[in-house]
């Protein structure tokens, strides 16, 4: 049984990694990829959950870029806010200021277009998002009956509401996973 290591940010088992980084210090992601002996031309796979919208666009782009031009194949995962400005979305800002939660990337988080524009931008191969609406509703209607029970959803037109300000991003480079097919 290989031994499993914690730490204050990552996790380590074998050539397993979960890393934890602050991305505006591109360095220290760059040292934390290289302490767990990355190999770059292997798939890779990022996630991030409502992170770059907190991170100044520019940097966001240089973090990317760097990606893209460091991996011969890796993929993005991005959960994060869409439609920043309807009302729904300035509700949603006005808040995080009030709770001094500055947003400093929201400029990309316009719509699904600017959240694919960020991967274009940057030397992707090709991206994708889908609001959470769409996925929400490509999920099996049994088993969405099932969820809602659960979770007692009675307020359909708030959920749905939610949704519509939320999505997933995925780009990709790379021949190994530009031939995997993300339209669902």
């Given at each position: 049984?290989?031994?499993?290591?914690?730490?204050?940010?990552?996790?380590?088992?074998?050539?397993?990694?979960?890393?934890?980084?602050?991305?505006?210090?591109?360095?220290?992601?760059?040292?934390?990829?290289?302490?767990?002996?990355?190999?770059?031309?292997?798939?890779?796979?990022?996630?991030?959950?409502?992170?770059?919208?907190?991170?100044?666009?520019?940097?966001?782009?240089?973090?990317?870029?760097?990606?893209?031009?460091?991996?011969?194949?890796?993929?993005?995962?991005?959960?994060?806010?869409?439609?920043?400005?309807?009302?729904?979305?300035?509700?949603?800002?006005?808040?995080?200021?009030?709770?001094?939660?500055?947003?400093?990337?929201?400029?990309?988080?316009?719509?699904?277009?600017?959240?694919?524009?960020?991967?274009?931008?940057?030397?992707?191969?090709?991206?994708?998002?889908w609001?959470?609406?769409?996925?929400?509703?490509?999920?099996?209607?049994?088993?969405?009956?099932r969820?809602?029970k659960?979770?007692?959803?009675?307020?359909?037109?708030?959920?749905?509401?939610?949704?519509?300000?939320?999505?997933?991003?995925?780009?990709?480079?790379?021949?190994?996973?530009?031939?995997?097919?993300?339209?669902?």
């Open positions: 049984m290989e031994e499993v290591l914690k730490g204050a940010t990552g996790l380590h088992a074998g050539n397993y990694h979960i890393v934890g980084v602050d991305l505006r210090q591109r360095s220290e992601l760059i040292t934390n990829l290289e302490n767990c002996g990355i190999d770059f031309s292997l798939p890779t796979l990022f996630l991030a959950e409502c992170v770059l919208v907190y991170i100044e666009s520019p940097l966001v782009d240089e973090i990317l870029k760097w990606i893209s031009s460091n991996f011969d194949s890796v993929a993005f995962i991005n959960y994060e806010q869409i439609n920043m400005n309807d009302r729904f979305g300035e509700v949603m800002k006005q808040n995080l200021r009030l709770r001094q939660c500055s947003l400093s990337g929201v400029s990309a988080c316009q719509n699904l277009d600017s959240q694919r524009q960020r991967f274009s931008n940057n030397d992707w191969e090709g991206s994708q998002a609001d959470m609406v769409e996925v929400y509703e490509s999920i099996p209607g049994a088993e969405r009956q969820i809602e659960i979770e007692f959803l009675d307020e359909q037109e708030l959920l749905i509401q939610l949704f519509q300000h939320y999505c997933i991003c995925v780009g990709w480079k790379g021949a190994k996973l530009s031939q995997v097919n993300y339209d669902g």
